[in-house]
């Protein structure tokens, strides 16, 4: 019999693809994929460590675990990822019932591991590599629309809210052939558009090989449909990289451009590297090289030390671009970060009412924007269908919008012209034309 695991996943998309690497290594040695957890040889959770509400929910389910291990003494309980790297004396001191702590750069181990099954307690790895890539190793993905591919690991901006250095390293590339290959077979195995993905894409370095030159490999591989990435630094978005997005109808004209603060006293404690002013020209050369882009951002609100004069200086720079979309973040205090020893912490009440001032901010932003949408013809990848009707699909445009119209004469995979008929909120309406 072979023996079984199961993987549950927490926090972002680049542990999600971590996650496909892990099931990729481990179905290559002749492990099996679990249906069912309780009825798994090992269980394993990914784990997120960027904030405090990802750690409480693995926590929670860390106790699930200890029920099926009662009950069944044999199965192993890994702890993986960030949260490992992280938490592994907590865990080691106050979860004994959890047999393996493996950090992001360790997983190549995993395979031994399950063989020896619960012979050696406490396995712990959570080195950190200034190598590792997993350039060899292809994860195992379901079907999909959208494959995405960590291009790199580890990051070396050190902005002072952010633990990712701490959990994931210091940066390091992929080989751009290793990274095509897997592009390559993604596409033969029936996805259509790729997604490359890093902590900073933009500061990718391989071989002398920049990330508009990867971009540009990516994008000519036969059968991609669509290629998108995510995410990049703005302070290393170079004109090169613009003119790549422009040279290839496969790129998709949208990005993900991370504010964080729009005041420059608040950017510079962050350690961002950029100005407010560098901000607004970057994404006002973005509008106007590539028109129609879609732009989202990230922001954090209630940063240490912000004044109301830098919460306003935010709204202002929000006003000025009016993204298309944006993920909005209470901060929240990281160990071993810079800013979690600030002694200016912002109370939880006052971050609630500016993160609800941002959030209806943007509502109205991104209300505005679909609605400059009414009327024009877009291309739509048909991903999946639509939850509000299973006689009506959901699909992406070019610039990240997602749009929602009747099946008519046509299949998931395919890109369709949509006349866009309506704005609610976050979701276009739309007729097949």
């Keep these: 019999m072979h023996k079984s695991f199961f993987i549950e996943t927490y926090g972002c998309q680049m542990n999600v693809a971590d996650s496909e690497l892990v099931t990729g290594l481990l179905t290559s040695h002749g492990y099996v ?25 693995v926590h929670s389910r860390l106790g699930v675990f200890h029920k099926i291990k009662r009950e069944r003494p044999n199965v192993l309980i890994g702890v993986l ?18 047999d393996v702590i493996l950090g992001p750069d360790s997983y190549r181990d995993l395979p031994e591991i399950l063989s020896r099954g619960n012979a050696q307690k406490h396995i712990v ?32 901006k050190f902005c002072t809210f952010c633990i990712v250095p701490f959990t994931r390293g210091r940066e390091r590339s992929r080989r751009v052939e290793s990274i095509v290959r897997e592009a390559r077979k ?6 259509v558009e790729i997604t490359l993905l890093g902590q900073n894409v933009n500061s990718y370095h391989a071989e002398d090989q920049s990330f508009p030159d990867l971009l540009a490999a990516v994008a000519e591989i036969p059968g991609l449909r669509r290629l998108r990435y995510t995410s990049p630094h703005p302070q290393d978005i170079t004109m090169e990289l613009i003119e790549v997005m422009g040279a290839y109808d496969t790129i998709c004209n949208s990005i993900h451009f991370p504010l ?27 509008r106007t090289r590539l028109p129609g882009i879609g732009i989202s951002t990230d922001i954090i609100v ?31 205090p990281r160990p071993y970060t810079k800013a979690a020893e600030y002694d200016d912490q912002i109370p939880e009440a006052l971050k609630s009412e500016r993160l609800d001032q941002l959030i209806a901010l943007q509502k109205k932003h991104t209300l505005e924007r679909n609605q400059a949408h009414v009327g024009s013809i877009e291309k739509v990848l048909v991903e999946k269908e639509s939850k509000r009707s299973p006689d009506q699909w959901a699909g992406r445009t070019d610039s990240n919008k997602w749009v929602i119209f ?14 866009i008929i309506g704005a609610t909120g976050v979701t276009l309406h739309g007729q097949v034309v």
């Design 33 to 57: 994929p679990a249906e069912r957890m309780e009825s798994a040889d090992a269980i394993f959770v990914n784990t997120c460590a960027i904030r405090e509400h990802a750690e409480e929910k």
């Design 125 to 156: 790895d959570t080195k950190l590599s200034r190598f590792e890539v997993y350039d060899d190793l292809f994860p195992s993905r379901n079907e999909g629309i959208n494959a995405w591919i960590s291009i790199m690991r580890g990051c070396d």
């Design 406 to 419: 009747n099946k008519e004469e046509t299949r998931i995979r395919d890109i369709i012209d949509v006349k």
């Design 81 to 98: 990822g960030c949260m490992a790297q992280n938490l592994k004396n907590d865990l080691l001191e106050n979860k004994p019932y959890v």
């Design 302 to 332: 209630g940063f240490p030390g912000e004044s109301e004069n830098d919460f306003q200086d935010t709204l202002s720079v929000m006003e000025s671009i009016q993204f298309d979309s944006a993920y909005t973040f209470k901060y929240s």
């Design 260 to 286: 964080q603060s729009g005041s420059d006293r608040i950017l510079k404690r962050m350690n961002r590297s950029y100005t407010r002013d560098h901000f607004l020209k970057m994404a006002d050369v973005l």
């Design 186 to 191: 993604a596409i033969t195995d029936g996805f």
